[in-house]
């Protein structure tokens, strides 16, 4: 029996293999960071984003999945860095923090509701991340959701 040799070389294969793995695993990268919880704060959606753009610039720009992984390390440097930045000006809206630092919220008995420290109000704060500053309504004054 006479083998015949295919259009498709080794090296053609193993090339196409090998693309489609780093590129599967820049995808992985972009998900993972993306989905994680931590990303509720500026400083942790910045880091998010900035991995996900660092992996995928890495990645395209080398096709080697160790560029993507050192893509994503300095995406999430920068991006942590710049969301801290915007974290620090959306501070500064609110002014100095009271002595002893802003009181925290108590919880109604429903999952993301929660009372007023100041007048016993509840509040819906389902879209307000942990730790985040919410106004009160009657006061004026600054608390935090636990």
């Known amino acids: 029996m006479r083998r015949t040799r295919s259009v498709w070389g080794p090296s053609l294969i193993e ?22 919880s931590s ?11 900035g991995a996900a753009t660092g992996a995928i610039i890495g990645g395209a720009a080398t096709g080697q999945a160790r560029y993507a992984a050192i893509g994503a390390a300095a995406g999430a440097a920068a991006g942590a860095l710049t969301g801290k930045i915007i974290q620090e000006n959306q501070a500064a809206r609110y002014g100095p923090p009271p002595p002893g630092g802003y009181p925290f919220a108590r919880w109604a008995g429903r999952s993301g509701f929660y009372y007023s420290p100041y007048t016993g109000r509840v509040y819906d ?9 919410t106004r009160d309504v009657d006061t004026g004054r600054l608390f935090r959701r636990p």
């Open 39 to 49: 990303c509720d704060t500026p400083v942790g959606q910045g880091a998010g984003w």
């Open 125 to 133: 704060l389902r879209g307000v991340p942990p730790g985040g500053l």
């Open 15 to 36: 090339g196409y293999f090998m693309k489609r793995n780093v590129l599967l695993t820049i995808l992985g990268m972009s998900l993972g960071c993306l989905s994680l």
